[in-house]
């Protein structure tokens, strides 16, 4: 079993499931603590009140922010987007989001709007927001309730090869859309792939799991 989120939520689910298993008499291998903030303090606090439950720890993998990403592709084909320009740069990452809905002199201010990696969602009749995105170097820009904007603002954008993501959706809901995705990789994400293959060898015993 697999078991992730804050060390208080680990703590309460497996003690959750040791309950269980013994209520069912189902043989238990053991547990894979995921996406640990602080490897020390859950050694210190944590582990020992499981071992107590004789509950055998497989691994303890430290949480990586990289795996919370995902790329602009991935975002793209979540929303069913049009894409109407920046088509052959989708393999961006996504950092940060930020609804570009205040002022344009508003949201300068603002260090998100300033970051890089980041996707702005503004309606496609934004045309002062969507500029500062194109400049402020973002990952993506969202255009959102089917509008587009100026086609000297698109082919800007094609000239930066900034990707313009059409959707139907207004920007709250796009934004809720995009906050609730699930950054699973895909075929595609080698840097990902390989980054949970080296977290798995050198944070789980594999030769507990793998079959003999």
């Known amino acids: 079993v697999v078991a992730g989120g804050s060390e208080d939520t680990i703590f309460d689910d497996i003690t959750f499931l040791k ?10 291998a ?3 603590i995921n996406k640990v903030d ?14 107590k439950m004789d509950v055998n720890v497989l691994g303890i993998i430290p949480y990586q922010r990289e795996l919370s990403y995902f790329s602009v592709r991935y975002a ?4 069913f987007a049009k894409i109407i320009a ?5 393999e961006g990452m996504i950092e940060n989001i930020f609804i570009g809905s205040a002022s344009v002199t508003a949201a300068c201010k603002e260090p998100e709007f300033q970051a890089k990696n980041k996707i702005v969602i503004t309606s496609g009749d934004r045309s002062d927001m969507i500029v500062a995105a194109l400049e402020s170097c973002s990952a993506a820009i969202v255009l959102t309730n089917n509008i587009l904007p100026h086609a000297n603002i698109i082919a800007r954008a094609e000239q930066m090869n900034i990707p313009l993501l059409l959707v139907p959706f207004d920007v709250f809901s796009t934004a809720k859309k995009i906050d609730d995705m699930e950054a699973l990789p895909t075929k595609d994400d080698s840097g990902k792939i390989a ?10 015993d594999i030769d507990k799991i793998v079959l003999k």
């Not at 309950?19 to 238990?28: A, C, G, S, T």
């Open 38 to 51: 602080n490897i020390g303090e859950f050694n210190d606090v944590y582990l020992p009140r499981i071992n």
């Open 76 to 79: 793209a084909d979540k929303l």
């Open 30 to 32: 053991g547990v894979i």
């Open 195 to 204: 980054l949970v293959e080296r977290l798995i060898k050198e944070h789980v």
């Open 19 to 28: 309950k269980r298993v013994v209520l069912e008499n189902i043989p238990l």
């Open 86 to 90: 920046g088509e052959d740069n989708l």
